[in-house]
């Protein structure tokens, strides 16, 4: 398992996260964690979303559901390699996070 930064300056309004590290496997599947462990990705509209409900009525015409405490998709995110991990955490945690 691996240590990564993630950052993103698509959404930087107020009470938004900047930044956050987290313990993943790959970039790949570091990009995809939210700085809010709450806040879970659907790969097949390519966004953030707090609940089902959320994802069930997401409209993509309007493109207004999704969380807007960090930015819109994974593509936006840039991922930082910091090292490896070697404890008990699971792979998708949040080890810290920057909200701003």
């Not at 462990?37 to 997401?58: A, G, L, S, T």
């Not at 819109?72 to 945690?93: A, H, I, R, T, W």
Request: with cysteine; net charge negative; proline share 3%.
């Amino acid at each position: 398992m691996n240590i990564y930064l993630l950052t993103q300056t698509d959404n930087n309004a107020f009470a938004t996260y900047d930044s956050c590290i987290v313990i993943a496997n790959n970039a790949e599947e570091a990009k995809i964690i939210h700085p809010d462990p709450e806040i879970k990705y659907y790969e097949d509209v390519d966004r953030w979303f707090e609940d089902e409900v959320d994802y069930v009525e997401y409209d993509a015409e309007c493109d207004d559901g999704y969380n807007t405490e960090w930015c819109k998709s994974p593509s936006q995110v840039n991922v930082e390699y910091l090292g490896q991990y070697k404890n008990n955490l699971k792979v998708g945690s949040v080890l810290c996070a920057n909200y701003v």
